[in-house]
């Protein structure tokens, strides 16, 4: 993509109310911009991240089985009184013309568990997995941290539906080490770690995925013996000791929760009588499993997580592009060796944002692509072009080399 | 894809409350569930076909320059209120906990003109070209049709700002194009017509992209000589005759509005007093275009076109799979050959939907063949295995041909 023709600029400054550096960068590199608290617009180099992410997160997903489906947004009142969950504070509500009442999905086991029992009769046609991608509101009192608490926010849920707790249990299992590839291939793979949490009425504990970083707004403590995190909200209910190994030299750490997987056992299916008839004929409850992932929060959790005084440093597999390829200099000579090798770049399907303005001095195309953060910055002058040469740098470092033009194809393969 | 892993299946019969086509068939093949009127979720196979179409629509408009973001859904009051629109009939409106009001977006004009404002000051900085394809609400009264009128519902909008009517003009004209390459991709090409409709109060007139079906809800006039519609609402102030080329003997045909393309010219820029500077240092008001596809319609619409009394009859372009391989009979060797072809056809990159399903009768196997409609069908039986062949079947001939397995690379390419 050639920079001049995208419509978004670079900020000066990050907007005043904007507190996160997750938010002040986005917004100054322009990849996302703010509509109200906790409601962002992605902009073309902040959606092909979140594009990035979200197709790593399908391909794992689909990798345990996942189905993928598109579940609407509006809800019928009904389905949520039927939960007891109609009055959730954290959900918006709404009426049409005609009085009737709809909410807005916050999470959709309302919705997803009737559609599968339309499919399911017999253990046969158990288990299933179906996910999504797809848009949630939540009523939130407080959005101060950029894409890390959204009112509006993309989130994939996944729900499994199972024959028995055994069987859900070993899919749950599975998730887990889905989940960790997903972080993994986002950059947050050792910063990462489960997080016993609480489980809510139906299992003593559900699984959360914290990431340790400053800006978290969740607090861990943290066994460096097991790994595990035990979040702040059980850890007197386990006597301030790791439930695996018994350390109590525990380490507290800010964190962000980029997932969360939780055993529903018979919650919602029992309220929506999903049975199935099992080998014996007899009739039983299915067990279910929801398992969340927010895009947003994950893409400003790898900003927090990757970023120095300079702008974001994009971990390889969801930067916007591979290579910054940036021109310096106005002569003819420079000009077309750096439209050549644009051309053989995308040619050998490398993704590369190509800085072709004339109107930008070599301080600021450089400001600004470390602002970028692009995880490789080539550079092609006048001083290269009579070394037949183009000079490389990696946002992660500081050394700059000198590759031959020559000796392009095999360096960047 | 293993038809015995999709967790849908075919419904015996429609559900009763639905009198459109499209969602009978789509609902007994398992496309599409409804959740209410006017709001479905996608399935696996329906996402299939939904993804297509969304692919081929990102493509065309690519190739007209169009950047791609992604809006949000809730949107300040304000912002309407600038407008003149926040009482719009058709528009949902909710308050939050703290009594603060919001819509939900139906058409994106309020957030897209502020948004593109931000990033241009210069003539320089023009043309934009702008685009998303995301989730619209609108408060629909009647949504009897199916895809073809959602209270949710998925749209492409992309939004256009030139400095001048001439540059505005220019690029409408490569719009009406690319949407032709759309519907002509999606096999609606030779039923959609270019339709002068309503301007509003900013243009004379608008176009939309109609096409002729005896399920539409719009009624327009068609000349046979131009190809051109002209929608009913406007066929009196063309006294009765068309307006290219004079000829009163019109056909009056049902159709579905499956694209409509605006000028607004300065209707939005003006109220955001969206201005750039000319090449005189000028300040000057920025020129707007609008242009709307509804993917959900769409399909709905492809539905309509494409179908027989035993069910849907997909393009090939938006089919869910190339070809839908059935296998007939329980012996090891049908089997493995079975097996055999599966994983060869995907080696190749073709996507077959594979009936491997074994409580099935072949009759029931076909029927559900006919009715998902893939444009291919390749049977392997005890019959077929004898002959060294496959027997293979398009959806739209009745004709059976045998096609030995050896021959079977070159016969799909």
Redesign the interface.
């Known amino acids: 993509m050639r920079q001049s ?5 670079i900020l000066r400054e990050a907007p005043k109310d904007e507190l996160s550096i997750n938010a002040q960068l986005l917004i100054r590199a ?1 990849f996302v ?1 703010k ?2 608290a906790g ?6 180099l902040g ?1 092909l991240v ?1 594009k990035k992410i979200e197709n790593i997160i399908r391909e794992e997903i689909n990798n345990i ?1 996942g ?10 009142k009904a389905l949520w009184e039927k939960t007891g969950r109609w009055q959730h ?1 954290e959900m ?3 009426k ?3 009085e009737k009442e709809f909410s ?1 999905g916050w999470t959709h086991e309302e ?1 997803v568990t009737p ?2 029992k ?3 009769n017999s253990y046969k ?1 158990l288990p ?1 997995y ?1 996910y999504q991608i797809q ?1 949630k ?1 939540r ?1 939130e ?1 407080r959005s101060k941290s950029g894409l890390l608490r959204g ?2 926010f993309v989130m994939k849920d996944l729900y499994s539906f199972h024959a028995d707790e055994k069987d859900l249990d070993s899919y749950y299992e599975k998730v887990k080490i889905a989940y960790f590839k997903i972080f993994e291939r986002c950059g947050l793979g050792k910063d990462t770690f489960l997080t016993l949490a609480s489980g809510g009425t139906f299992s003593k504990y559900s699984h959360e995925f914290q990431t340790i970083t400053p800006a978290g707004e969740d607090e861990i403590y943290l066994c460096p013996k097991c790994n595990l995190g035990i979040n702040k909200e059980i850890i007197q209910e386990e006597k301030n000791q790791c439930p695996e190994c018994g350390n109590k030299k525990l380490e507290i750490r800010k964190s962000i929760e980029v997932g969360n997987i939780f055993k529903l056992k018979d919650k919602y299916t029992k309220v929506f009588d999903f049975k199935f008839k099992d080998k014996e004929g007899q009739e039983k409850i299915v067990m279910m499993g929801c398992y969340g992932i927010g895009l947003g929060r994950l893409m400003g959790t790898i900003v927090e997580a990757h970023n120095d005084t300079r702008g974001m440093i994009w971990p390889e597999e969801v930067a916007p592009f591979k290579v910054h390829l940036i021109k310096i200099g106005e002569s003819l000579e420079v000009k077309s060796l750096a439209e050549k090798i644009y051309q053989d770049l995308q040619k050998q399907g490398i993704e590369v944002l190509y800085d072709d303005r004339e109107n930008k001095t070599a301080g600021e195309k450089f400001a600004e692509a470390d602002l970028i953060g692009i995880p490789l910055r080539m550079v092609v002058s006048e001083k290269t072009l009579k070394l037949d040469s183009v000079e490389m740098k990696k946002r992660t470092e500081e050394e700059i080399k000198l590759i031959k033009i020559n000796d392009l194809p095999q360096f960047l393969n």
Not at 39 to 44: D, I, M, R, W
């Open positions: 023709e995208i419509f978004t600029k322009g911009d509509l109200m409601v962002y617009s992605y902009l073309p959606l979140f089985g189905q993928e489906v598109l579940l609407p947004v509006l809800h019928p504070e918006f509500r709404l049409n013309r005609e807005l919705i559609l599968v339309n499919f399911v046609d299933v179906v848009d509101f009523d009192l009112r509006e």
